[in-house]
């Protein structure tokens, strides 16, 4: 089959029309080809044939032209065709048409084949007989347009590569231009400038608790709302008092202060664009502030002190301000710890009405670092009903204030610490500061004759002494140019035993001792029991007392001293004398932290160990309990401390009170002690400031009570011995 466009070669002298006439009208070449039965010629297969043939090309349907031109078009390829060297087969004469395959889908669709005019039809042979037809002239094929040049791959790199390395050279030569050539006074302009562009949002850090000596929640931070203002916002300065008019009611904020904080303020050359306006709001009330959608008031995330126990240990715990920050008690105390780190979001901004963060803009957020908890080593059961009890016990002896103390001997802890009056520390701005106080450790007085022990353990424990021993007294002694009486007098002359001395709490007995004693002695023991010297607790401003050094005595002194007059000292540091006569005369500093506990990973880590130091010999403090359970025994001054089913050896007290340094008119009246007295657990100090009634009278009912729960509730054995039968006189 002859490949379209090329004819088959034929000799030179040959009549390129020929071919055609011997098929029309079947000539001599045919005849003599059929005669010889020659095999029919097979034209020759061209390279782009072949290749058709192994590979099927799958064509383009093409659009089917009128029947005179297919007729023509196929005389048109006989006429052209090129005649064949061998002649073809007999039985294919007949066939004067010549097969070919269709041309390929570009090629067809690029030929376009004339339209044949309108006539009438002729044969075949009739065409044949007016000569040859030519076939129609090629077209040329088109020449290409040539691209654009940026559709050139190449050309599209390199000017790419052009930009990139422009843009890269621009950045490099401003930065040198920045770094070397601009000015100093240039850079702090820019500086100045994008600091002008720059908001700050605080991210509060969450407060950690404070919880009691079982993890019970005393005092802990919930969510809440903070709401401020953007003074720069334009619609906010339009109406500022309409503004604060209606925040003025929900927040419980002064209008005139609102409008104050709304204010557009400048520091440091920089426009305020926060302001806080309230903190710790409700979410309650947040949510309406939001659907008021007032211009320029907004409202984020926060946290309020919650305290669930209202007034319980509200005067050891204290309480928060609006920023968070502990202002009074253990909050402020220990504010380092429980506040842990802010972090703080800083933002760029638009001036105007573009004053948002830019999308994209500089923006650097410093997460909050949490604030770790606080266990104490209060129960918050015994706190409850030492509380309870003092608040009862103190109304109806009309104390001004009054303190209780509970603290366990084997360890120093402090398990209730009540003061009375109290207050609601969710509240505390509706209760005068001077309610707000710890009574334990912030009042000072004169111990009176619960000092006592003091002397007479200090006696023991230097040998001047022993349980036997009886001392001579009189109704009154004369120390310097002050006389000093007993409450139980004696006639001059009567013997009274140690024991004795105690119970009837003998001025003049006591005296005597610490004339044997000395001053320097007295000092020294004094000091050793805690006095004159802060615990250091764990609760802030805490008194440290005044005792007077040798040298400072006065010719009174000898008589005031011993008999805890002259002598100042807080609650809690009488607790702790007391607590070495109950620990085998090993002093333990008092403490109220058990341990914190991390805000990051939750890690506990106990407290420090408390300071301890030894007082008397373990032989001289038994000797001594003892002698003081006459005191609650028989006629003794502390009847009313008797606890039931257990055994008691305490002191019954009556002080001055001191105000700025100045005694007052009422007493203070005091009872300390410690239960059971043959293995003491724990040991309560109770003390009120009232017009008038002693120890025996006013305190030692409230320590009688409250002594009982704390045994009840920690499961303390009763006293399974009676107490021994005291000799009074000698």
């Known amino acids: 089959m002859a490949e379209r466009g090329r004819t088959p070669r034929t000799g030179r002298t040959a009549d390129p029309f020929r071919p055609a006439l011997q098929v029309v009208e079947g000539g001599e070449g045919g005849t003599r080809a059929r005669q010889r039965g020659a095999r029919p010629a097979e034209p020759r297969e061209t390279g ?28 048109t390829t006989r006429e052209t065709a090129a005649p064949a060297k061998r002649p073809r087969p007999a039985e294919a ?56 040049k940026l ?22 030569v401003r930065l040198v231009v920045l770094q070397v050539a601009t000015s100093p006074t240039e850079v702090q302009s820019l500086v100045k400038l994008r600091e002008k562009r720059l908001s700050t949002v605080e991210l509060p850090a969450p407060r950690g608790s404070i919880m009691d000596r079982n993890g019970a929640i005393l005092a802990n931070s919930v969510e809440a709302r903070y709401i401020y203002a953007d003074p720069e ?101 220990y504010d380092d710890l429980l506040h842990g780190t802010d972090g703080k979001r800083v933002f760029e901004t638009g001036a105007g009405n573009l004053n948002v963060p830019i999308t994209g803009g500089y923006e650097q957020e410093t997460a909050a670092k949490p604030g770790s908890s606080l266990k104490l080593t209060i129960d918050r059961w015994v706190q409850y009903n030492t509380q309870r009890i003092l608040d009862a016990e103190a109304e109806k002896n009309h ?65 001047l002494i022993t349980p036997d021993s009886t001392i001579e007294v009189a109704p009154a002694i004369r120390k310097g140019d002050t006389s000093f009486k007993d409450s139980h007098q004696q006639a001059k002359g009567t013997q009274l035993s140690i024991a004795g001395i105690l119970a009837y709490s003998s001025n003049v007995g006591t005296i005597r001792i610490g004339d044997q004693l000395g001053k320097d002695k007295i000092y020294e023991y004094q000091q050793k029991f805690g006095l004159g010297t802060a615990t250091g607790e764990g609760m802030p401003g805490e008194a440290s007392g005044l005792l007077l ?101 305490g002191k019954t007290g ?5 105000v700025d340094g100045q005694y ?25 400031d009232v017009a008038k009634g002693t120890g025996g009278e006013v305190a030692a009912p409230a320590f009688s009570q409250i002594m009982s729960y704390t045994l009840l509730h920690n499961f303390v054995p009763p006293s399974t011995t009676k107490p021994p039968t005291f000799k009074i006189h000698g």
């Open 233 to 333: 916002n334009e619609k906010l300065q339009r109406d500022v008092p309409g503004t604060a008019g209606k925040l003025a009611p929900l927040l419980g904020v002064a209008p005139s202060t609102l409008i104050a904080l709304m204010q557009r303020k400048q520091v440091m050359g920089t426009w305020l664009k926060f302001r806080y306006l309230k903190r710790g709001v409700d979410i309650s009330i947040a949510g309406e502030i939001e659907a008021m959608k007032l211009p320029g008031i907004y409202t984020h995330i926060d946290e309020r002190r919650d305290v669930p126990g209202k007034d319980l240990a509200a005067n050891l715990i204290g309480f928060t301000g609006d920023n968070q920050h502990g202002l009074e008690g253990l909050e402020a105390r």
């Open 549 to 649: 050094k040798p040298d400072e005595w006065s010719g009174s002194a000898y008589g005031s001293v011993p008999i805890g007059l002259s002598v100042s000292a807080t609650l809690v540091q009488m607790a702790a004398g007391y607590g070495a006569i109950a620990n085998d005369g090993v002093y333990i500093q008092p403490h109220l932290i058990k341990s914190t506990i991390s805000g990051a990973d939750g890690t506990e880590t106990p407290g420090p160990a408390p300071e301890t130091h030894r007082v008397l010999d373990a032989k001289i403090a038994a000797q001594l309990r003892t002698l003081m359970e006459a005191v609650t025994e028989d006629d003794g001054t502390g009847v009313k401390a008797q606890v039931p089913s257990y055994r008691v050896a």
């Open 48 to 75: 782009r044939e072949r290749t058709e043939k192994r590979t099927p090309e799958k064509r383009t349907p093409e659009k089917r032209e009128p029947r005179e031109a297919r007729e023509n078009k196929r005389e």
């Open 664 to 688: 007052t008119s009422h007493n203070a009246s005091s009872f300390v002690g410690m239960a059971p007295a043959e293995n003491p657990r724990y040991v309560v100090a109770v003390a009120m």
């Open 399 to 463: 104390a001004t204030v009054a303190g209780a103390v509970v603290m366990d001997i084997k360890t120093g802890e402090i398990v209730s610490q009540a003061s009375y009056p109290s207050y609601n520390a969710a509240k505390p701005q509706d209760y005068d500061p001077a309610d707000r106080i710890d009574v334990p450790t912030a009042v000072v007085t004169d111990p009176g004759s619960s000092h006592k022990p003091f002397v007479i353990g200090a006696a023991l424990q230097e040998g």
């Open 93 to 148: 004469r007949d066939d004067f048409r010549v097969r070919r395959d269709p041309p390929p889908a570009r090629a067809a669709a690029s030929r376009r084949t004339p339209k044949p005019e309108p006539g009438p039809r002729r044969t075949v042979t009739e065409r044949s007989r007016r000569g040859p037809v030519r076939a129609p002239a090629r077209r040329p094929r088109p020449v290409p347009a040539e691209p654009p």
């Open 151 to 172: 559709a050139n791959s190449t050309r599209r790199l390199r000017l790419g590569t052009v930009l990139a390395l422009s843009l890269f050279v621009m950045i490099g």
């Open 654 to 658: 009556t002080g001055g009170m001191v």
